[in-house]
């Protein structure tokens, strides 16, 4: 199976909602990932997990909350959006490098299309 | 932070005729990926370099790494309409899984 899933596929909300993305993989990936991509823009990192461990944080506002429950599953937990943070939230994993020279082949999910209104 | 850049950003070709797409990066990072992402979809993994003067080849696609040069190319022989489709090139930070994408390049192969 090299399938990683995401839900929902779309989702709207409105600025005073809270939502959570949902992330899984049964690969055995001991990495994972949030990105965020505008359109016509590339993915932009947000989040990595390495060993369900927060390892990347790149900066993000604290209205998006990452959590890694398990080795299979990462939320990325939205509260107070603003318009701008519509985009395509895409959540990838891949095995952890076993050094910082070693390659790693991300797998990444469908996405959720998110629109803030 | 590590820029990594492509060109050319929007390609338009004839079906059957060859192209490359160039992609620079700024750090002394040894290993680069591709993907493809065709529109409205997730990314598509394509190619893992991982050494200088590495090649890897895929059907009408070709990838290669000069780390001396922080230049990796996508070489696309005689192209088809199935390759029309965003391509992006990605190099990790020092810590292997932290990447960066470049500005892509987004490809359409006309008949």
């Known amino acids: 199976d090299t399938e990683v899933t995401q839900t929902p596929k779309h989702l709207v909300m409105g600025m005073t909602n809270k939502k959570s993305l949902k992330c899984e993989q049964h690969?055995?990936?001991?990495?994972m990932y949030w990105y965020k991509q505008k359109a016509k823009k590339p993915p932009e990192l947000m989040f990595v997990?390495?060993?369900?461990?927060?390892?990347i944080n790149e900066s993000v506002p604290s209205r998006f909350s990452p959590e890694c429950p398990n080795s299979s599953l990462l939320n990325l937990h939205l509260h107070a959006l603003q318009p701008e943070d519509s985009a395509l939230y895409l959540c990838?994993?891949?095995?952890?490098?076993?050094?910082?020279?070693?390659?790693?082949?991300?797998?990444f999910g469908p996405g959720t299309r998110l629109t803030v209104t | 932070e590590l820029k990594v850049e492509q060109n050319p950003l929007f390609l338009s070709m004839q079906e059957g005729k060859n192209y490359t797409i160039y992609c620079n990066y700024s750090?002394?990072?040894?290993?680069l990926y591709w993907y493809r992402q065709d529109p409205g979809k997730s990314l598509e993994s394509l190619f893992v370099?991982?050494?200088?003067?590495a090649v890897k080849q895929e059907g009408r696609l070709m990838a290669s790494l000069d780390t001396k040069a922080r230049l990796s190319t996508l070489h696309i022989t005689a192209a088809v309409h199935d390759l029309s489709a965003t391509y992006f090139c990605?190099?990790?930070?020092?810590?292997?899984?932290?990447?960066?994408f470049g500005t892509g390049t987004s490809l359409t192969v006309i008949p």
């Open positions: 750090t002394t990072s040894d290993r």
């Open positions: 690969m055995g990936h001991r990495a």
């Open positions: 997990y390495s060993y369900e461990k927060l390892s």
């Open positions: 990605a190099a990790p930070a020092n810590t292997g899984n932290q990447f960066y």
């Open positions: 370099l991982l050494s200088n003067g």
């Open positions: 990838a994993s891949s095995q952890v490098p076993h050094s910082n020279l070693a390659g790693v082949k991300q797998y």
